[in-house]
Protein backbone atom coordinates (compact mmCIF):
# COMPACT_ATOMS: atom_id res chain seq x y z
CA UNK A 1 0.00 0.00 0.00
CA UNK A 2 1.55 3.18 -0.76
CA UNK A 3 0.95 6.52 1.48
CA UNK A 4 0.56 9.96 -0.28
CA UNK A 5 1.84 13.10 1.91
CA UNK A 6 1.54 16.50 0.95
CA UNK A 7 3.69 19.29 1.23
CA UNK A 8 2.68 23.01 1.33
CA UNK A 9 5.14 25.60 2.24
CA UNK A 10 2.77 28.51 3.74
CA UNK A 11 2.76 31.24 1.00
CA UNK A 12 4.17 34.63 1.10
CA UNK A 13 4.60 36.11 4.66
CA UNK A 14 4.95 40.15 5.20
CA UNK A 15 8.12 39.34 6.14
CA UNK A 16 8.98 37.21 3.12
CA UNK A 17 7.92 40.32 1.09
CA UNK A 18 9.78 42.61 3.25
CA UNK A 19 12.93 40.28 3.06
CA UNK A 20 13.57 39.84 6.55
CA UNK A 21 14.56 37.05 8.30
CA UNK A 22 11.42 35.60 10.03
CA UNK A 23 12.22 32.34 12.02
CA UNK A 24 9.49 31.83 15.14
CA UNK A 25 8.47 35.49 14.77
CA UNK A 26 5.15 35.12 14.55
CA UNK A 27 3.82 37.20 11.47
CA UNK A 28 0.49 36.73 8.63
CA UNK A 29 0.04 36.64 5.21
CA UNK A 30 0.24 39.20 2.39
CA UNK A 31 -2.53 39.22 -0.27
CA UNK A 32 -0.16 37.40 -2.67
CA UNK A 33 0.21 35.00 -0.03
CA UNK A 34 -3.32 34.38 0.42
CA UNK A 35 -4.00 34.30 -3.26
CA UNK A 36 -0.94 31.28 -3.29
CA UNK A 37 -2.69 29.14 -0.46
CA UNK A 38 -6.14 29.29 -2.21
CA UNK A 39 -4.63 28.48 -5.42
CA UNK A 40 -2.46 25.47 -3.60
CA UNK A 41 -5.91 24.15 -2.46
CA UNK A 42 -7.44 24.56 -5.75
CA UNK A 43 -4.27 22.50 -7.36
CA UNK A 44 -5.10 19.63 -4.88
CA UNK A 45 -8.54 19.89 -5.91
CA UNK A 46 -7.61 19.70 -9.84
CA UNK A 47 -5.50 16.91 -9.03
CA UNK A 48 -7.88 15.02 -7.44
CA UNK A 49 -6.07 15.25 -3.88
CA UNK A 50 -8.42 14.82 -0.68
CA UNK A 51 -6.26 15.59 2.26
CA UNK A 52 -7.95 13.82 5.54
CA UNK A 53 -6.27 14.77 8.05
CA UNK A 54 -3.53 17.99 8.58
CA UNK A 55 -0.74 18.83 10.74
CA UNK A 56 0.80 22.59 11.06
CA UNK A 57 2.88 24.79 13.13
CA UNK A 58 2.06 27.31 16.10
CA UNK A 59 2.45 30.28 13.42
CA UNK A 60 0.11 31.90 11.70
CA UNK A 61 1.62 31.82 8.58
CA UNK A 62 1.33 28.35 8.06
CA UNK A 63 -2.23 27.69 10.14
CA UNK A 64 -3.90 30.69 7.53
CA UNK A 65 -2.51 28.96 4.37
CA UNK A 66 -3.71 25.82 5.74
CA UNK A 67 -7.40 26.98 6.32
CA UNK A 68 -7.25 28.98 3.18
CA UNK A 69 -6.14 25.71 1.00
CA UNK A 70 -8.32 23.57 2.49
CA UNK A 71 -11.07 25.77 1.85
CA UNK A 72 -10.16 25.65 -1.77
CA UNK A 73 -9.96 22.35 -1.94
CA UNK A 74 -13.80 21.72 0.13
CA UNK A 75 -11.62 20.04 2.60
CA UNK A 76 -11.86 22.68 5.88
CA UNK A 77 -13.56 20.03 8.33
CA UNK A 78 -10.63 17.63 8.02
CA UNK A 79 -9.10 17.35 11.65
CA UNK A 80 -6.19 19.18 12.58
CA UNK A 81 -2.57 18.74 14.43
CA UNK A 82 -0.52 22.04 15.65
CA UNK A 83 2.64 21.14 16.83
CA UNK A 84 5.59 23.66 17.82
CA UNK A 85 7.63 20.56 16.00
CA UNK A 86 6.50 21.84 13.02
CA UNK A 87 7.60 25.60 13.49
CA UNK A 88 10.21 27.36 11.53
CA UNK A 89 13.44 27.08 12.15
CA UNK A 90 14.28 29.30 14.68
CA UNK A 91 16.59 31.58 13.16
CA UNK A 92 18.44 33.42 16.46
CA UNK A 93 19.48 37.33 16.08
CA UNK A 94 18.59 36.81 12.93
CA UNK A 95 15.03 37.23 13.41
CA UNK A 96 13.95 40.63 12.25
CA UNK A 97 16.78 41.29 10.14
CA UNK A 98 17.34 42.29 6.41
CA UNK A 99 18.58 39.68 4.27
CA UNK A 100 19.66 41.95 1.54
CA UNK A 101 21.85 44.18 4.62
CA UNK A 102 22.82 40.99 6.12
CA UNK A 103 24.67 39.74 3.33
CA UNK A 104 26.02 43.08 2.62
CA UNK A 105 27.39 43.04 6.02
CA UNK A 106 28.56 39.86 6.70
CA UNK A 107 29.41 38.54 3.46
CA UNK A 108 28.68 35.71 0.97
CA UNK A 109 30.12 32.96 3.36
CA UNK A 110 28.86 33.80 6.01
CA UNK A 111 25.38 34.63 5.09
CA UNK A 112 25.12 31.24 3.31
CA UNK A 113 26.63 29.66 6.12
CA UNK A 114 23.99 30.51 8.87
CA UNK A 115 21.43 30.53 5.90
CA UNK A 116 21.81 27.00 4.51
CA UNK A 117 24.40 25.21 6.49
CA UNK A 118 22.98 21.84 7.98
CA UNK A 119 24.95 22.34 11.63
CA UNK A 120 26.00 25.95 12.55
CA UNK A 121 23.45 28.02 13.98
CA UNK A 122 23.02 31.86 13.72
CA UNK A 123 24.18 33.52 17.27
CA UNK A 124 21.34 33.30 19.59
CA UNK A 125 18.80 35.71 20.37
CA UNK A 126 18.53 38.05 23.76
CA UNK A 127 15.23 36.81 25.73
CA UNK A 128 15.05 40.74 25.83
CA UNK A 129 14.88 41.02 22.22
CA UNK A 130 11.46 42.58 20.67
CA UNK A 131 12.12 39.38 18.53
CA UNK A 132 12.10 36.89 20.85
CA UNK A 133 9.72 34.13 22.14
CA UNK A 134 10.51 33.42 25.21
CA UNK A 135 7.63 34.90 26.91
CA UNK A 136 4.87 33.56 24.32
CA UNK A 137 2.54 31.30 25.74
CA UNK A 138 1.99 29.28 23.32
CA UNK A 139 5.52 28.01 23.75
CA UNK A 140 5.17 27.67 27.66
CA UNK A 141 5.46 24.08 27.90
CA UNK A 142 9.08 24.15 26.03
CA UNK A 143 10.46 26.49 29.58
CA UNK A 144 14.10 27.02 29.36
CA UNK A 145 14.31 24.27 26.93
CA UNK A 146 13.18 27.14 24.09
CA UNK A 147 15.46 27.40 21.37
CA UNK A 148 16.72 30.28 21.25
CA UNK A 149 18.54 29.78 17.86
CA UNK A 150 18.43 26.58 15.77
CA UNK A 151 20.46 25.13 12.36
CA UNK A 152 18.70 22.74 10.39
CA UNK A 153 20.30 19.49 12.45
CA UNK A 154 18.41 21.06 15.22
CA UNK A 155 15.35 21.16 13.19
CA UNK A 156 15.18 17.78 11.84
CA UNK A 157 16.36 16.44 15.67
CA UNK A 158 13.10 18.15 16.96
CA UNK A 159 10.53 17.33 13.74
CA UNK A 160 11.65 13.51 13.56
CA UNK A 161 9.86 12.56 16.54
CA UNK A 162 6.61 14.09 15.38
CA UNK A 163 7.10 12.80 12.04
CA UNK A 164 8.18 9.47 13.21
CA UNK A 165 4.75 9.41 16.39
CA UNK A 166 2.11 11.41 14.62
CA UNK A 167 2.59 11.70 11.04
CA UNK A 168 3.66 8.47 10.06
CA UNK A 169 0.84 7.39 12.45
CA UNK A 170 -2.01 8.68 10.28
CA UNK A 171 -0.08 7.98 7.21
CA UNK A 172 -0.31 4.47 8.65
CA UNK A 173 -3.99 4.30 8.68
CA UNK A 174 -4.30 4.69 5.52
CA UNK A 175 -4.94 8.63 5.76
CA UNK A 176 -3.83 11.13 3.04
CA UNK A 177 -2.16 13.70 5.26
CA UNK A 178 -1.08 17.22 4.57
CA UNK A 179 1.52 19.09 6.11
CA UNK A 180 1.67 22.59 5.87
CA UNK A 181 4.58 24.33 7.83
CA UNK A 182 7.78 26.38 6.49
CA UNK A 183 10.95 26.74 4.35
CA UNK A 184 13.30 25.39 7.26
CA UNK A 185 10.93 22.57 8.58
CA UNK A 186 9.73 21.46 5.20
CA UNK A 187 13.66 21.00 3.81
CA UNK A 188 14.07 19.15 7.38
CA UNK A 189 11.19 16.67 6.46
CA UNK A 190 12.53 16.59 3.00
CA UNK A 191 16.17 15.79 3.88
CA UNK A 192 14.66 12.49 5.75
CA UNK A 193 12.52 11.53 3.40
CA UNK A 194 15.25 11.58 0.18
CA UNK A 195 18.23 10.47 2.26
CA UNK A 196 20.05 14.49 1.10
CA UNK A 197 23.17 14.58 2.51
CA UNK A 198 23.98 17.71 5.21
CA UNK A 199 26.07 19.55 2.15
CA UNK A 200 23.51 18.96 -0.94
CA UNK A 201 21.08 19.75 1.65
CA UNK A 202 22.15 23.01 1.18
CA UNK A 203 20.96 23.35 -2.59
CA UNK A 204 17.45 22.53 -1.41
CA UNK A 205 14.76 25.54 -1.72
CA UNK A 206 11.26 25.27 -1.00
CA UNK A 207 8.68 27.78 -2.74
CA UNK A 208 5.66 29.50 -1.29
CA UNK A 209 2.26 27.61 -1.90
CA UNK A 210 2.87 24.74 -3.94
CA UNK A 211 1.99 21.75 -3.21
CA UNK A 212 4.82 18.77 -3.26
CA UNK A 213 2.83 15.70 -2.92
CA UNK A 214 5.18 12.73 -1.99
CA UNK A 215 3.94 8.75 -3.01
CA UNK A 216 5.56 6.77 -0.02
CA UNK A 217 6.17 2.81 -0.18
CA UNK A 218 5.53 0.81 2.82
CA UNK A 219 8.97 1.82 4.91
CA UNK A 220 8.12 5.49 3.98
CA UNK A 221 10.78 5.44 1.14
CA UNK A 222 9.20 7.62 -1.91
CA UNK A 223 8.09 6.02 -4.86
CA UNK A 224 10.16 9.20 -6.97
CA UNK A 225 12.20 11.12 -5.43
CA UNK A 226 11.78 14.53 -4.87
CA UNK A 227 8.42 14.48 -4.96
CA UNK A 228 6.17 16.08 -7.75
CA UNK A 229 4.99 20.12 -7.19
CA UNK A 230 1.60 20.24 -8.66
CA UNK A 231 2.91 22.97 -10.22
CA UNK A 232 6.19 22.18 -11.60
CA UNK A 233 6.99 25.19 -13.59
CA UNK A 234 5.87 27.98 -11.04
CA UNK A 235 7.96 25.79 -8.41
CA UNK A 236 11.10 25.62 -10.89
CA UNK A 237 10.75 29.82 -10.79
CA UNK A 238 10.14 30.55 -7.37
CA UNK A 239 12.87 27.79 -5.83
CA UNK A 240 15.33 30.24 -7.91
CA UNK A 241 13.69 33.34 -6.13
CA UNK A 242 14.00 31.60 -2.70
CA UNK A 243 17.76 30.54 -3.27
CA UNK A 244 18.37 34.29 -4.38
CA UNK A 245 16.68 35.94 -1.61
CA UNK A 246 18.68 38.96 -0.13
CA UNK A 247 20.20 39.10 -3.35
CA UNK A 248 19.46 42.17 -5.83
C1 LIG B 1 11.87 31.91 6.21
C2 LIG B 1 12.93 31.08 5.58
O1 LIG B 1 10.95 31.01 6.75
O2 LIG B 1 14.01 31.85 5.23
O3 LIG B 1 12.34 32.32 8.51
O4 LIG B 1 12.90 33.88 7.09
O5 LIG B 1 9.29 29.61 5.44
O6 LIG B 1 8.63 30.64 7.59
O7 LIG B 1 9.03 32.08 5.54
P1 LIG B 1 9.40 30.86 6.31
C3 LIG B 1 12.43 32.77 7.36
P2 LIG B 1 15.30 31.29 4.49
O8 LIG B 1 15.89 30.20 5.32
O9 LIG B 1 14.85 30.78 3.12
O10 LIG B 1 16.18 32.50 4.37
Known amino acids: MSHTLILLRHGQSEWNEKNLFTGWYDVSLTEQGRAEASRGGQLLAEAGYKPEVLHTSLLTRAIVTANLALEAAGRSWIPVNRDWRLNERHYGALQG?????TLAEFGEEQFM???????TPPPVLDDSSEFSQINDERYAALGDSAPRTECLKDVLERMLPYWEENIKAD??????????????????????????SDEDIANLNIPTGIPLVYELD????????????????????????VANQGRK
Open 97 to 101: KDKAQ
Open 218 to 241: DNFQPITKGGTYLDPAAAADAIKA
Open 113 to 119: EWRRSYD
Open 171 to 196: LSAGKTVMVTAHGNSLRALVKHLDGI
